[in-house]
């Protein structure tokens, strides 16, 4: 009973954080194709074998759909999507690997059910919102390649808003899934300017190195992917923040319950004292 209490109060807790977020955020704009579209999700065509998934119970939040000869990885599960193993098997016929870019309850909610395994970064493994599944846990690894059948996902940890955030680089496509690494504009930092540094740097060699020219975020609108000039401006904002060059004013609409905000490069980065080392 008491970890169901925490449970539920870190549950309310992250869903007063993304209120503000919400109302930031229009709906959705995606321009591909519509493959299906139910009570809970729409899933729209980015490529040939490629698709987004957008909910609407916190801020667009966003699924993806990767297809490849011999499976598909479906990346996060949305917040609460009913039925969502049948919505996927409508569009691919192919294995179904489910992994997360991290353990927020938008996008490791009650639909991980629907899978028998959940492949996740093990910094957020422990999480509370996983407290509930019933399958079984797999950890992914720095640099562990997940061979689709002529398409590869490379994983590329990347902590920072959570201890376990993960990006997914297709590198022969020349983009990326990155969940809320960075943010989707509108950056809630629970770990710290450190980690997000060196997140960015990191991110930003490989994206140099490998021609990966977009990241597509965890709340896609259809118009703030993110760039490797985003990932740089992030860790321009950290370096700064370390200094002290730079100093967040207090939260307002957008930011964590009495925490601090810096907005600058198009970016907002919600943060507490306790990000400042």
């Avoid at 949305?78 to 919505?87: E, H, S, V, W």
């Avoid at 493994?125 to 640099?143: E, H, M, S």
């Avoid at 996902?153 to 809320?180: C, I, N, Q, W």
């Avoid at 989707?184 to 450190?194: I, Q, R, V």
Wanted: aromatic share 8%; with cysteine; charged share 25%.
């Amino acid at each position: 009973m008491r970890d169901m209490k925490k449970l539920l109060r870190s549950a309310a807790l992250f869903a007063s954080l993304q209120v503000a977020l919400l109302a930031q955020m229009r709906g959705p704009q995606i321009e591909g194709k519509e493959v299906f579209k139910g009570d809970d999700v729409a899933f729209h065509e980015i490529d040939e074998h490629t698709w987004v998934g957008t909910g609407h119970l916190m801020a667009n939040e966003s699924l993806y759909l990767v297809e490849g000869n011999d499976k598909a990885v479906l990346i996060d599960a949305g917040t609460r999507i009913a039925d969502l193993d049948k919505a996927v098997a409508s569009i691919t016929k192919k294995p179904i690997m489910l992994v997360a870019t991290h353990a927020h309850p938008d996008h490791t909610g009650s639909a991980i059910n629907y899978f028998p395994e959940l492949y996740i970064n093990p910094g957020d493994a422990g999480a509370p919102f996983l407290a509930n599944y019933r399958g079984k846990i797999r950890d992914l690894t720095d640099g562990e390649v997940i061979d689709l059948g002529g398409r590869t996902l490379e994983v590329v940890l990347t902590p920072g808003h959570t201890p376990g955030s993960t990006t997914f680089l297709d590198k022969k496509a020349g983009y990326g899934f990155s969940g809320d690494s960075f943010g989707s504009g509108n950056l809630l930092l629970f770990g710290t300017f450190s980690q997000l540094q060196a997140t960015c740097e990191k991110m930003s060699a490989l994206m140099e190195k490998y021609g990966i020219k977009y990241l597509y975020p965890g709340h896609y609108s259809g118009r703030n992917v993110e760039t490797k000039q985003r990932v740089d401006d992030e860790a321009t904002i950290s370096r700064d923040a370390l200094s002290g060059k730079v100093k967040g004013e207090a939260g307002g609409r957008g930011g964590l319950a009495g925490s601090l905000v810096i907005s600058a490069y198009g970016v907002r980065i919600n943060y507490s004292e306790n990000s400042l080392k």
